[in-house]
């Protein structure tokens, strides 16, 4: 019977939960691997050659279209006709609502085992169960892959992972073949968006980094960003004394993955691109404000990255609206740029 597992999350989460897929694949070499996850997420969940059936949830196009719920049941009844030998939710849930929805869906799926993590009521919808506490304080891929030897996972060596489609190679490779790079001068690339905008340093700020790393190292300048995220990389580019290659709103997720992967250094705020360029090893300076670099710092080598955050008593923080900012606010220009003057020496 196959294993299904459950990561209804964002693209950086699955990234994350890249090293438990393999643990469960090690430890059921003979099943297939079935994984339900977000539409978000699923472009680069294709790459993963240890997932046999992928299932995509309209998860996040709930917030704008209540429509997708007809979807969402569709998806669960269809995975209702199927007899899994253990269904596993790898991610942990943050509230009693959340714990309720995830238990109706569980309630609706088949197994003779259910793995989840006991929070909130949810443990009274499975069989085995993850303790409360599973995720505090720890990095998540470690919170993740404890669910993962739950369930009988064998662990491997190797860290998080993540690949592209080869179209994207042929798409963007120009930009990085002899030509078209000076073989003398670092390829930068700024993220400057996040999921939330209090995870955003301010872009003129990334403006003034991406000039003085141009004048500092003659670096090449990249901005980054998603179809939501066009009119901040513009903003910068237009804000900067120098040229950059703008390709906001241009990359599909795949493309995304390939450029970073080509990079000398990504300067990136807390979100999912920090996590691709972790899982290739790419140099980074991470920026967080309000977050949890403990739960969800760069997993990958020390030299491979730089963490700038504030350590004030109000942050960590899920407040969703913050007169100060401090936290933020308080990241200069100067820090950043010194950052990725040691990540591009090292």
Known sequence: MPVLIVLIAGIGDLILASKSFRAIRNGFPDSEIHLLTSTDAAPLARQYTYIDQLWEFPIRELRSRKSVLFDMLKIALQLRKIEYAMIINLH??????????MGLLFSLLRAPVKIAHDYKGFGLFVNKKVPADNFRNRHYVESFLDVALLAGGKPDSKGIEVYYNLT???KWGYLFNEKSINQHSPTVAINPGSDQPKKR???????????????????????????????ISQHIQDTMNHDAI????????????????????????????MHIAAALNIKQ????????PELFRPYTSPENYI??????????CNNNKCDYLSCIESITVKEVVESANILLNR
């Open 92 to 101: 942990p849930v943050a509230t009693a609502r959340g714990a309720f929805q």
């Open 168 to 170: 994207s190679k042929e």
């Open 201 to 231: 340093l301010h872009p003129d700020r990334l403006a003034d980094i991406a000039d003085r790393l141009v004048e500092q190292c003659n670096a090449r300048i990249i901005l980054l960003g998603g179809p939501g995220e066009m009119s």
């Open 246 to 273: 703008n390709l906001a709103g241009k990359l599909t997720l795949n493309d995304l993955v390939y450029i970073i992967s080509q990079l000398d250094l990504l300067i990136t705020n807390d979100s999912a691109p």
């Open 285 to 292: 300076v991470a920026i967080f404000g309000p977050g949890y």
């Open 307 to 316: 963490l700038i955050y504030k350590s004030l008593n109000c942050r960590p």
